[in-house]
């Protein structure tokens, strides 16, 4: 008898409960939904009316705006620095925007982009592609190619801040300089005086090869389209008139891959960094008998570094590594191609490309399972917000969860690929958000990484600005979602796959209601770093860590290592596999004077030298307009 009444009042309980998250639904109204698709449209229509100013202020017509910015923090003085950016003229930032546009307007029925904000930025394409290749070519750069008269070769050139480092020279130059740190921003003094210092470094920065990430970004913004091409035709038409041999991407993640025991000296060589970080997964598979393939940053290899170097095209410290955001990327490029149909499913007969495919789906689903060796600074090489790597995994999640529930996957391997993202999102990804989730007020939950968490006023009191909460939080909205949701095709509604924990869709109700709430309270600022350069301070510093191979970048070996100091002209970095043991001997003595760091202890520990970071108010308020409209058209 008594039993029965637990069990009873344990019944009524869960109900209770039940009821309790139900009511906790966020109502998000239309206008709201507007509101943020009008702020990402003016600001294209802005960037377009202020084109025609020259360097370092110039914007190329059809971009949205994507500043590049330094992590100044601390006291008032400095932390001041983070309001300053130079615009910078990158595809990749707008081809996210329009690509979670599309997504927002399919998986979230949000408002259609307009064509015209699509065509934009389309015509841009061809100056962002390899013009070296004596054939079409769908290898995709950062920055815009500009011709070089004097070596008849087309190099990268990142425009504004090639003016700005100029200016910055001058500034140096001027009675101004003293004033400054008189003035008490002796951080800018000091800032000014590393970049002149660097001089010659940032130069080799500037001028970078094409690369992984913006190829693979490229075949996302090919996919939507095709998806959509009978919505938006002309932009569907135009994509694919400047894609016309879609081969050579994917040739490209084959031929830069890292093949750790490929035997092969230049595909088994890779960044120091990257071998630290990653060499666990390296010894498990090496344990178990198993291959290892990756993709790369670069597409450089370093035979082509030894001459394309002199023609002002060389990979930062002449060397390659991995970065699980362009892995996860890849992933994604190479998962929505397929699933759309822009390529044909027999590319990955290609056991290359199918091993790389496979491998990084594992390598992704380790490094979640594994909290990054709490190493996120050399892992994430390019996307310190931790965040968004878990939202880039998650979107190839969903794109295989629509196609699950629509019928057997199409091949083995994809098989294989959603199986280890389902375990890294919805086991690591989600147990590591629900654990970082910060109460706001009223029953809401928000995000943020390390943007305005490490000010103090002046007196010393500490300040949270709370700068990057609105990205973080928009986030990871679009993560949890992606992760646990399909796409009903034909009632073109969202639907939590069977058995999402109640902490998912509570997290997910009270995510979107701070959003609701935040927004547009003027209380925080829509930033966020999402791209960052590889080099951070000294503890990113590659040669501080393990490697068996040191020289010039044209391939010939420097024997003294104690008095010829690494700079940009030399090559340091890890060739084939090591064993665990002759790791950790490595791991015992110094590297170019310094020990191996072993710590991260956040983005904001080391004050100087100021890493650079990119930020995008359009892309903020993109995603957390994806974000919020997915969540509107869930259906219970
Ligand atoms: C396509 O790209 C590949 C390199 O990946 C190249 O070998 C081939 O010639 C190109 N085809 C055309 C038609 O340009
Ligand atoms: C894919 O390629 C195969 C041949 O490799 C061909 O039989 C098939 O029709 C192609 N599928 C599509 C959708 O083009
Ligand atoms: C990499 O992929 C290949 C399949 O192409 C597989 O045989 C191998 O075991 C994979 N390696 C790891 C570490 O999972
Ligand atoms: C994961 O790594 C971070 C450093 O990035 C560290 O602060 C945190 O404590 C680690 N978490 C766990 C569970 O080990
Ligand atoms: C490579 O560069 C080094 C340093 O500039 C030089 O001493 C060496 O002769 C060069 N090797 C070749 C093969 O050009
Ligand atoms: C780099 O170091 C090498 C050897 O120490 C030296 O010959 C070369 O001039 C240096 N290059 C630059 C750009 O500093």
């Not at 990430?213 to 959509?228: A, E, K, M, R």
């Not at 397929?338 to 390529?343: A, D, R």
């Amino acid at each position: 008898m008594g039993n029965r009444l637990l069990i009873q009042l344990m019944l009524a309980c869960i109900i209770w409960c039940a009821c309790q998250v139900e009511s906790e639904e966020t109502t998000i109204p239309d206008e709201f939904v507007m509101k943020l698709f009008k702020l990402i449209q003016d600001d294209q229509k802005n960037n377009l009316m202020l084109s025609t100013q020259k360097p370092p202020f110039y914007r190329r017509p059809g971009l949205y705006t994507s500043l590049t910015k330094n992590n100044f923090h601390g006291k008032p003085n400095s932390a001041v620095g983070r309001t300053i950016g130079v615009f910078d003229n990158n595809l990749f930032t707008t081809n996210f925007i329009n690509t979670m546009l599309l997504e927002a307007y399919y998986r979230g029925r949000a408002p259609a982009p307009s064509s015209e904000q699509l065509r934009m930025p389309l015509d841009l394409v061809p100056i962002f592609m390899d013009q070296n290749k004596p054939y079409e070519s769908s290898i995709a750069a950062y920055w815009p190619m500009a011709f070089d008269e004097k070596t008849m070769f087309w190099r990268s050139n990142s425009e504004n801040h090639l003016a700005l480092f100029d200016l910055l020279k001058t500034i140096q130059q001027l009675p101004l300089y003293d004033t400054l740190s008189f003035l008490g921003y002796s951080d800018f003094a000091d800032f000014i005086k590393y970049f002149e210092k660097l001089g010659h470094e940032l130069l080799t920065i500037a001028f970078i090869p094409m690369d992984t990430d913006c190829t693979v970004i490229n075949l996302g913004v090919g996919s939507i389209l095709l998806q959509g091409k009978d919505k938006f035709p002309l932009a569907w038409e135009q994509w694919k008139g400047y894609n016309t041999n879609l081969s050579s991407a994917l040739d490209s993640i084959k031929d830069y891959s890292y093949r750790p025991f490929s035997g092969d000296s230049d595909s088994s060589s890779i960044d120091p960094r990257s071998y630290y970080v990653f060499r666990h997964f390296l010894d498990e598979a090496k344990a178990a008998g198993k291959d290892v393939a990756l993709p790369t940053t670069w597409t450089q290899s370093r035979k082509e570094l030894s001459w394309q170097k002199d023609k002002g095209m060389a990979m930062y410290r002449n060397v390659n590594n991995v970065c699980l955001g362009v892995t996860a990327n890849t992933v994604y490029g190479i998962t929505s191609s397929i699933l759309s149909g822009l390529v044909n499913i027999s590319v990955l007969d290609d056991p290359l490309l199918a091993q790389i495919y496979h491998n990084s789906s594992a390598l992704l689903l380790h490094s979640l399972a594994n909290n990054m060796t709490g190493r996120p600074d050399l892992a994430l090489v390019y996307y310190p917000s931790r965040v968004q790597v878990e939202w880039f995994i998650s979107r190839s999640l969903a794109k295989l969860e629509d196609a699950v529930s629509n019928g057997p996957l199409p091949s083995p391997v994809l098989g294989f690929v959603y199986k280890s993202l389902k375990a890294a999102m919805r086991v690591h990804a989600t147990q590591r958000l629900v654990e970082a989730a910060q109460a706001g007020s009223g029953n809401t939950l928000f995000f943020e990484e390390f943007l305005g968490t490490d000010d103090f006023s002046a007196t010393g009191a500490s300040i949270k600005t709370g700068e990057d909460r609105i990205f973080s939080t928009g986030m990871a909205l679009n993560v949890l979602i992606n992760s646990w949701t399909s796409f009903d095709s034909k009632r073109g509604t969202l639907k939590w796959v069977t058995g999402t924990p109640h902490t998912v869709k509570l997290t997910v109700s009270r995510t979107a209601a701070w959003l609701t709430q935040n927004t547009f309270s003027g209380k925080y600022r829509p930033g966020g770093a999402f791209f960052a350069g590889s080099y951070k301070w000294e503890s990113t510093w590659p040669n501080y860590y393990p490697g068996n191979r040191y020289q010039f970048y044209n391939g010939t070996t420097i024997h003294d290592w104690k008095t010829q100091k690494p700079n940009s002209s030399t090559s340091f970095f890890m060739e084939g596999y090591v064993s665990p043991d002759s790791y950790s001997a490595m791991l015992g003595q110094t590297w170019f004077g310094g020990p191996t760091p072993r710590d991260f202890h956040g983005y904001n520990a080391e004050k100087k030298p100021f890493f650079a970071y990119w930020e995008s108010e359009p892309l903020t308020y993109t995603i957390t307009m994806q974000g919020l409209s997915m969540y509107r058209n869930i259906e219970e």
